[in-house]
């Protein structure tokens, strides 16, 4: 439960159920402000979602929860998610065989397998020691004010080889990303190599969609109105359904694409695509809990685990969830799960036959693009503000940074 709030100020409407649309709303409504929140789904958490499919809980694509994120870290109360984490690492499958890399500044006992395993040089495996103790010194508000370039760019220019660019950065960080290329700013590559560096990969064990259902809690009831599509929106007023709704202050927190069509921009932000194809198993194709990456680059798998081996709640007793992610726009949805699964016997032999494919996920607008330079502003209007990840990067953390900023904007308004 929420602490009560100051007395009441002004009111606000937040467009969009999301991350940021939550974190503003719950922010908003501790500092006194009437709120009201408008979803055009029929459930919160944006992007963020998790299906029931007979016993096993499906995420709209893989996604992760980095418990060393600060902000999000204060808003969350991260004991009640019951947080599991990926071991530090991960599997690489190069030239038939999956090969382990971990972190062996938290796992001493990998120290042997990690440093031969032929994925990148010796040297590059020594330039990731430096990078890590670099970037752990490195404060977060200095990472972001400091100097970009293309994540390519960026790890070449520390003395990365082609090879473990190649072998690892673009499977790991394109999977992050979800982009290969590594166009994306150095600036979030140096974000998140920190966070990975500080804590770990977690999955809430009743799904994803258990962070934004835990903020929506916060918030008084009935001020979540689900399925209401709003229409257009002024600088006092949202119009739903031939409905007018006054507000002192609106939140547009939706998508950005969504963002720009409200406000009727000719530039909407880019993304990027993933498809994820689930399968139940008998029985899990390796017991860590820890992500497979595709080392070699050929083919469609770009990384795949095994959810309940991490949280055992993604799956019924007995059965195991594996999660295959491909990056890009795949269309053809039983042409790409023939494909995928003649992959996954490649890997795994023909007990990858017996496994039930429940759902594939084709997410066109997964991630918006980070490029350099990317600086939205979050008010259009004295009374009209914006947020999202696509107004600060494209995360966890930078969609609750952007409620919470936009939140504390309005109120020193008043």
Known sequence: MSESPAPTTSDVIVVGAGLAGLSCAVRLHELGHRIRVFEAADGVGGRVRTDNVDGFLLDRGFQVYLDAYPEAGKLLDLEALDLRSFEPGALVWKKGELRSVLDVFRKPSALFSSAFAP?????????????????????????????????????????????????????????????????????????????????????????????????????????????????????????????????????????????????????????????????????????????????????????LCVPSAVAPGYAPDGKSLISVSVIGNQEDNADLTRAIEAELVEWFGEKAETWKHLRTEHILQALPVDPLGNETEICRHESIWICGDHTRSGSIEGAIISGLETANRISEKE
């Open 119 to 303: 994925i990148g040089s010796m040297w590059d495996k020594l330039l990731v020691a430096k990078l890590r103790f670099h970037l752990l010194r490195k404060h977060v508000s200095d990472i972001w004010q400091g100097p970009e370039m293309t994540t390519s760019n960026y790890l070449r220019k520390f003395g990365f080889s082609d090879r473990i660019i190649d072998d690892f950065f673009r499977s790991f960080y394109g999977g992050v990303f979800l982009e290969d290329l590594l166009v994306t700013s150095s600036r979030l590559f140096e974000f998140t190599f920190k966070m990975f560096s500080s804590g770990s990969a977690t999955l809430p064990n009743a799904g994803m969609q258990a962070i934004p259902e835990q903020l929506a809690t916060r918030l008084p009831e009935n001020a979540i109105s689900l399925n209401r599509p709003v229409d257009s929106v002024t600088s006092d007023h949202i119009m739903i359904e031939d409905t007018r709704q006054e507000a002192d202050h609106i939140v547009l927190a939706t998508d950005g694409a969504t963002a720009a069509r409200l406000l009727g921009a000719e530039i909407a932000p880019r993304w990027n695509s993933t498809s994820c194809l689930y399968f139940s198993a008998d029985e899990a194709p390796f017991e860590e809990a820890i992500i497979a990456l595709h080392g070699d680059r050929e083919g469609l798998i770009h990384n």
